[in-house]
């Protein structure tokens, strides 16, 4: 049996390259429970791998595709059985694993989470890494204490994938959210998603002197680190929380202060999407198949095919992708 993959691939003079190959099922890799793919998505992660860039990829050829969603095929493991539909994301398949762009998938069943009921595997992937860590956001925020009454949530990079499913999050469970977007062309399509203001990223971009600015926002999810996260742990009320998701500014946060812990007592909440434990991805996707609104959901993916993979890899690098990418890897 064969199957067909975006396969990266290094030649001799170090240049990586990405193309559709036809393989061998015997080229998979060891797992416990091997998945017809049905849809995968693109992240920014995706981006690096299918370039061969940020290290993330170590050994080539690879098949990247950090998260996919399927149909179970033969299972060795007694959670699964033929015709599961089943979702993966996270767990560093797509960058040290061989991952989601491709027709088959051989993982181990540890990664894998049933899918609910009411969620399509074309659903689940235009939700993907993005959605559940724009869930697991919302999720800390709640046990930080957040609620609609407590004032506006704030967003940063709104218009990219993380950004726009926790807008239509937030707004689905009545906060009234604030939207920062570096491109205002996106404006009518947050407002679609439940986004109420509008805010120019220019407005939050720089870093800023003073230790605090006027109390603004109840939470934030930030997509987008760097000077931007300083502003708004500036700018939270009394007792806010913001949840720190991204880095598409940069890793690093020249502006940092402790002052709004101190004097505020904001709190600063982690999120990783990629190790979290079984049981916590079941809740979350449990709340997203309840709290997610699928028609917005709908609203923000484009589909594509794995052969437009590698273009679509260098756009989402450059920030120029909106919403959610739905790959039909068929
Ligand atoms: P996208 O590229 O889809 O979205 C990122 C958005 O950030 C862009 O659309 C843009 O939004 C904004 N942005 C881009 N560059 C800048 C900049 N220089 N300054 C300010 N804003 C900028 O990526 P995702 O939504 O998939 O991921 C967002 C971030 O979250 C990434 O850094 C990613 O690595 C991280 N991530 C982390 C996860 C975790 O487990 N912690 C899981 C998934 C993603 P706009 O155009 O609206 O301004």
Request: with cysteine; charged share 25%; glycine share 10%.
């Amino acid at each position: 049996m064969t199957f067909q993959a975006l396969l990266v691939e290094k030649g001799a003079d170090g240049a990586v390259s990405a193309n559709i190959r036809e393989l061998e099922d015997s080229r998979l890799p060891d797992g416990d429970v091997t998945v017809a793919v049905e849809y995968s998505t693109l992240n920014y992660k995706d981006g690096l791998c299918i370039n061969g860039k940020g290290g993330l990829v170590r050994t080539f050829p690879h098949v990247p595709g950090v998260d996919f969603s399927g149909t179970v095929e033969v299972s060795d493991d007694p959670r699964y059985r033929p015709g599961d539909r089943v979702v993966l994301t996270g767990w560093r398949v797509g960058e040290i694993w061989w991952g989601g762009f491709a027709t088959r998938a051989r993982v181990k069943a540890d990664w894998l989470v049933p899918l609910p009921e009411t969620i399509s595997t074309r659903q689940a992937m235009a939700i993907g890494t993005a959605g559940l860590t724009s869930m697991l956001s919302v999720i800390a925020l709640e046990k930080a204490g957040l609620s609609p009454l407590k004032g506006e949530a704030l967003v940063t990079g709104a218009a990219g994938g993380v950004g726009s499913v926790a807008v239509a999050l937030l707004a689905r469970l009545g906060y009234s959210v604030a939207a920062v977007t570096g491109r205002p062309e996106t404006a009518d399509y947050l407002k679609g998603l439940g986004a109420e203001t509008i805010i120019d990223r220019a407005e939050l971009a720089e870093a800023s002197s003073r230790p605090l600015e006027s109390e603004r926002w109840a939470g934030a999810v930030d997509a987008v680190g760097g000077d931007m996260l300083a502003r708004v742990l500036k700018q939270m009320k009394y007792d806010g929380a913001v949840a720190s998701v991204g880095l598409a500014a940069g890793a690093v946060v020249p502006s940092f202060t402790v002052i709004p812990f101190l004097l505020r007592g904001v709190s600063l909440l982690g999120i990783d999407s990629v190790m979290r434990p079984y049981d916590q991805r079941v809740d979350a996707w449990n709340r997203i198949a309840s709290d997610l609104p699928m028609d917005k959901l709908e609203a923000m993916v484009v589909e594509h095919r794995l052969s437009d993979l590698p273009e679509l890899a260098n756009l989402i690098l450059d920030g120029k992708v909106k919403g959610r990418v739905v790959v039909d890897v068929n």
